[in-house]
T-cell receptor, first 114, second 113 residues
């Protein structure tokens, strides 16, 4: 079946450090891949997505590239800020059919210190 | 445009009691999903509505859980009777077309004592 494996946290970084959160997936067919973020006290928000192999999603300085050969979608940011402290979730979704339920990784908590 | 809202934000109940969670999707969105995150585990799909019809309820844990979406607008998720293992955060998401983005509500944190 489909599944997502995500790097375990928590991750603690200093401001302006480089961030990588690893995500790999197992899927039949060619799913879309997503990163969601949950800031403290808020709901889940879509951070970025990629719908096919070699696509790069980007938003707010974050990037992730859909790598079919390594079945990965690692999240990166060159210089994190304190405001990036949140929980990050990797997820996948089928691209066909009526039920587009999201299948999730465990989530990675990120704390950025000034 | 108002986002997805959920009520209550937090509920604390005793084992054996009944709780009803509510989700109001974005107006006009036919697709509504319920998910749950139990502490320490991944977010899991519970069920999917298209308008008032249950498209897929394969993720519902057992028959203590009942979801409805009368009239195809808001949805309720009732847990009766609640057990300790039902504690977690329940998320609702609404989606316009089949391939559209899912917009999430803030979640309801359920604590069963």
């Amino acid at each position: 079946g489909n599944s997502v494996t995500q790097m375990e946290g928590p991750v603690t970084l200093s401001e302006e450090a480089f961030l990588t959160i690893n995500c790999t997936y197992t899927a039949t067919g060619y799913p879309s891949l997503f990163w969601y973020v949950q800031y403290p006290g808020e709901g889940l928000q879509l951070l970025l997505k990629a719908t096919k192999a070699d696509d790069k999603g980007s938003n707010k300085g974050f990037e992730a590239t859909y790598r079919k050969e390594t079945t990965s979608f690692h999240l990166e940011k060159g210089s994190v800020q304190v405001s990036d402290s949140a929980v990050y979730f990797c997820a996948l979704r089928r691209n066909a059919g009526n039920n587009r339920k999201l299948i999730w990784g465990l989530g990675t908590s990120l704390a950025v210190n000034p | 445009e108002a986002g997805v809202t959920q009520f209550p934000s937090h509920s604390v109940i005793e084992k054996g009691q009944t709780v009803t969670l509510r989700c109001d999707p974005i107006s006009g969105h036919d697709n509504l999903y319920w998910y749950r995150r139990v502490m320490g585990k991944e977010i899991k799909f519970l069920l999917h509505f298209v308008k008032e019809s249950k498209q897929d309820e394969s993720g519902m844990p057992n028959n203590r859980f009942l979801a409805e979406r009368t009239g195809g607008t808001y949805s309720t998720l009732k847990v009766q009777p609640a057990e300790l293992e039902d504690s977690g955060v329940y998320f609702c998401a609404s989606q316009d077309g089949a391939g559209g983005e899912q917009f999430f509500g803030p979640g309801t944190r359920l604590t069963v004592l």
